[in-house]
């Protein structure tokens, strides 16, 4: 059981948008930790996708965005492609725990 | 361009001690900005956190594994190392090492894993 709960799958036709959704708690996004968001395209390592709740690294299109509002995030990805097939993640840090922790993660689907 | 590199044993007996070293490239491990940690994801499962250290020596450990972890930096090879002692079928999984940024304690670079099976 993740402390942060998301979604197990998620799926989408190409030029749609998807979103989502991180659940946590007042001891982890509620407490104002920031959110981080990780994309896993089949058999590598996770990528960055987006920092501090909102931000893309540079090379990262702009199709994919992020909020966090009380103690929930979001991501939306816009104008699905095939390529965004993939496991995405969230991770804060949680002050009860003393720990980073991640959400158990969601598995897109391109239809 | 930032590199790290996992390597050690993929295979491991019960009760025995997990090694791993990653080695850091294109880059300084004294460099006071960051962390570097592991994060390991069993197969077909999630990511968990496993640690971070500073170059100064000081870690800070997953509540959950705490008791049988050690992260220590090695400045002179530019590589940091993780033990985990006592391991069981449990801790089979891919490791990985990563550069923890820190302020944000986020993971901005990922070794591309290695996958370590604990089985007698």
């Known amino acids: 059981q993740s402390v942060l709960t998301q979604p197990p799958s998620v799926s989408g036709a190409p030029g749609q948008r998807v979103t989502i959704s991180c659940a946590g708690s007042s001891s982890n996004i509620g407490a104002g930790y920031a959110v981080h968001w990780y994309q896993q395209l089949p058999r590598t390592a996770p990528k960055l996708l987006i920092y501090a709740n909102s931000n893309r690294p540079s090379g990262v299109p702009a199709r994919f965005s992020a909020s966090k509002s009380g103690t929930s995030a979001s991501l939306a990805i816009t104008g699905l492609q095939a390529e965004d097939e993939a496991h995405y993640y969230c991770?804060?840090?949680?002050?009860?725990?003393?720990?980073?922790?991640f959400g158990g993660g969601t598995k897109l689907t391109v239809l | 361009q930032l590199q790290l590199q996992e390597s050690g044993p993929e295979l491991v007996k019960p009760s025995e001690t997990l090694s791993l070293i990653c080695t850091v490239s294109?880059?300084?491990?004294?460099?006071?900005?960051?962390?570097w940690g592991w994060v390991r994801q069993p197969p077909g499962k999630g990511l968990e956190w496993i640690g971070r250290?500073?170059?100064?020596?000081?870690?800070y450990y997953n509540p959950s594994l705490k008791t049988r972890v050690t992260i220590f930096v090695d400045t002179s090879k530019n590589q940091f190392s993780l033990k985990l002692n006592s391991v069981t079928a449990a801790d089979t999984a891919v490791y990985y090492c990563?550069?923890?940024?820190?302020?944000?304690?986020?993971?901005?670079?990922w070794g591309q894993g290695l996958l370590v099976t604990v089985s007698s």
């Open positions: 991770q804060s840090y949680d002050s009860t725990l003393t720990s980073s922790v």
């Open positions: 250290v500073y170059y100064s020596g000081n870690a």
């Open positions: 990563v550069r923890v940024d820190f302020g944000e304690l986020l993971y901005d670079h």
């Open positions: 294109g880059g300084s491990i004294n460099n006071g900005d960051y962390y």
